[in-house]
């Protein structure tokens, strides 16, 4: 089963850029669909972005849409999150998933996690 180690969160001023990334190993990875969720302090895991098997397909929560990219590298088993014009409410631990299948939303359709980054937005 994959394994998946997250890296790239920190504190940015609203406005700005991180990027995210998701190492995966001991799988192929290029046999799961990856996710991005992410927590806030009190919520539950919310679903962020998901990209299929050969990066194909994406999809996004509508309040992420036009500023968050999702991309794969299937040659260094990686899986990335671009997130611009970042604003307070998007900070939370994000995570990325690994999924069998592909285009799910639902968290209980990722079966493993990495461990999550922290993403602060303030000023």
Known sequence: QVQLVESGGGLVHPGGSLRLSCAA?????????????????????????AISWGGAATY???????????????????????????????TAVYYCAASRRNGQVDVTEYDTWGQGTQVTVSS
Do not use: C
Request: hydrophobic residues 30%; without cysteine; glycine residues 8%.
């Open 60 to 90: 996004y929560v509508d309040s992420v849409k036009g500023r968050f990219t999702i991309s794969r590298d299937n040659a260094k088993n990686t899986v990335y999150l671009q997130m611009n014009s970042l604003k307070p409410e998007d």
């Open 25 to 49: 190993s001991g799988g192929t990875f290029s046999s799961y669909a990856m996710a991005w969720f992410r927590q806030a302090p009190g919520n539950e895991h919310e679903f962020v972005s």
